[in-house]
């Protein structure tokens, strides 16, 4: 059974630049959460879709945005990118996202975003 | 606010050593508490804790939540280098889990 995936792996983006970045679940798991991860700050909430629809959101600018595919694919977009907007950003699946089972989320390796 | 606080923020020992490492937390619709061990990209899931007083084992790693005083221990018993990570500690609320800073743990040979 293949992982959480994301694409890309790394990426050095500008800024004022845009940048989208994808996350596909594990196969049947309809919930994708995002988590950004710095140093000082550990592992925020983004936003957490199922079946295509936003069910939660963390306290970040509109800037950052997302959504979700049919096919349970997600995808982030983070707009006027900002030195501070670097950071390793981390997508995780689950079946529902609530009270999942014993294994709570299953999270993919990664987006290392660097904006210079 | 929704908060989860780790401690200690850091810690180093030798192999064999037993540690405590400590979660608190303020999380509105409590649901449960997971523990990760984060040591390259992808945390990796632990434990999943959502009775008070039961404690849940795995090999060397035990952890337990009491849910009225609102804080979870994970243990290490004789400790290995390869226990060297960041070990996460969050909470579930609706919809989204609240992450402590983590606790880095170095375990020298």
């Known amino acids: 059974k293949a992982g959480v995936t994301q694409t890309p792996r790394y990426l050095i983006k500008t800024r004022g630049q845009q940048v989208t970045l994808s996350c596909s679940p594990i196969?049947?798991?309809?919930?994708v959460s995002w988590y950004q991860q710095t140093p000082g700050q550990g592992l925020q909430f983004l936003f957490e879709?199922?079946?295509?629809?936003?069910?939660n959101k963390g306290n970040f600018p509109g800037r950052f945005s997302g959504r979700q595919f049919s096919n349970s694919r997600s995808e982030m977009n983070v707009s006027t990118l900002e030195l501070g907007d670097s950071a390793l950003y981390l997508c995780?699946?689950?079946?529902?996202?609530?009270?999942?089972?014993?294994?709570?989320?299953?999270f993919g390796s990664g987006t290392r975003l660097t904006v210079v | 606010e929704d908060k989860v606080v780790q401690s200690p923020l850091s810690l180093v020992v030798h192999e064999g050593d037993t540690v405590t490492l400590n979660c608190s937390y303020e999380?509105?619709?409590?649901?449960?508490l997971l523990w990760y061990k984060q040591e390259k990209k992808a945390p990796t899931f632990l434990f999943m804790l959502?009775?008070?007083?039961i404690e849940k084992k795995s090999g060397r790693l035990s952890s337990i939540l009491d849910k009225k005083e609102l804080f979870s221990i994970l243990n290490i018993t004789a400790t290995q280098t390869g226990d060297s990570a960041v070990y996460l500690c969050?909470?579930?609320?609706?919809?989204?889990?609240?992450f402590g800073t983590g606790t880095r743990l170095k375990v020298l040979a």
């Open positions: 995780a699946s689950s079946s529902s996202g609530q009270r999942t089972s014993n294994y709570g989320y299953t």
């Open positions: 196969s049947g798991h309809r919930s």
């Open positions: 879709y199922f079946s295509e629809t936003q069910r």
């Open positions: 999380v509105t619709n409590f649901r449960s």
């Open positions: 959502t009775s008070s007083g």
């Open positions: 969050a909470v579930e609320g609706t919809y989204k889990y609240i």
